[in-house]
């Protein structure tokens, strides 16, 4: 745990297989911070099969964005005084469109971010990555054919079935990268004009991207 006295208000952008889940799961724990992964979100609710979630799973599975109008509805309550967010937290897969990230400005109003990350992998390697991607469809673990659970595609964390994702299809990650460049990357340069954005390193192993990531943030946080 860092000793800043209260948890930062980071966002995490990156391609669809940079890493943003793992590393966003591990810097809300290392920063006392909540986590929100509107994509998590999503699944779980399709998972449960409310309507909204069935809604929203139409899209993920063509590879679709959410229409923001949902998605916003959504972070609202998450962000609003009292929501599960509270003072500190690390944003994974929100936002995704410039008017997602003015609607967040003024959510967060005076109290705005304090960092916003740009974890940068090249196109070869994310393909690569998502193809072999597996995923526990109870907590989210992320795993690869490379690096399989102990025990017959269980999650070693909470004995959960591991498995592709729905959305993990050739198809829907080519239609996923494609909206990435259009939609998302130009919020990089929204967030570099206002002066919170950096850029880290997302390739090499897990422990080392992390280390990287906790460096910018104290760096930031310190300063
Ligand atoms: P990935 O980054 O690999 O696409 P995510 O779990 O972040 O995985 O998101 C999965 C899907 O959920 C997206 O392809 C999209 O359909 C939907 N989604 C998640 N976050 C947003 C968002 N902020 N705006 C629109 N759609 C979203």
């Known amino acids: 745990m860092s000793e800043c006295r209260q ?7 990156g391609k669809q297989g940079a890493g943003k889940g793992t590393q966003a799961a ?15 979100l999503f699944r779980a609710q399709a998972a449960s099969g409310t309507a909204f979630g069935l809604e929203a799973k139409r899209y993920m599975d063509a590879g679709d964005l959410v229409p923001d109008e949902i998605v916003l509805g959504v972070v609202e309550e998450c962000l609003a005084p ?3 967010l509270g003072d500190g937290f690390i944003l994974d ?3 995704r469109t410039l008017p997602q990230a003015s609607a967040l400005d003024g959510l967060l109003g005076s109290h705005g971010l304090d960092l916003v990350i740009d974890l940068e992998v090249p196109r070869e390697i994310v393909l690569d990555r998502i193809a072999g991607r597996r995923v526990c469809e109870n907590c989210q673990r992320v795993y690869h054919v490379n690096s399989p659970p102990t025990v017959n595609w269980t999650c070693d964390t909470c ?22 460049d259009q939609e998302t990357v130009p919020i990089i340069e929204y967030y570099r004009e206002r002066g919170l954005l950096t850029v880290v390193d997302g390739v090499g ?19």
């Open 7 to 13: 948890p930062p208000r980071l966002v995490l952008l």
């Open 26 to 40: 591990r810097l809300a724990d290392h920063y006392g911070a909540a986590h929100l992964s509107t994509g998590e």
């Open 82 to 84: 009292g929501g599960p």
């Open 93 to 95: 897969g929100f936002p």
């Open 159 to 180: 004995g959960g079935e591991v498995k592709q994702r729905d959305d993990d299809t050739e198809e829907a990650v080519e239609r996923r990268l494609t909206l990435y």
């Open 205 to 223: 192993e897990g422990d080392e991207v992390f280390e990287r990531l906790v460096k910018v943030v104290d760096d930031r946080i310190h300063a």
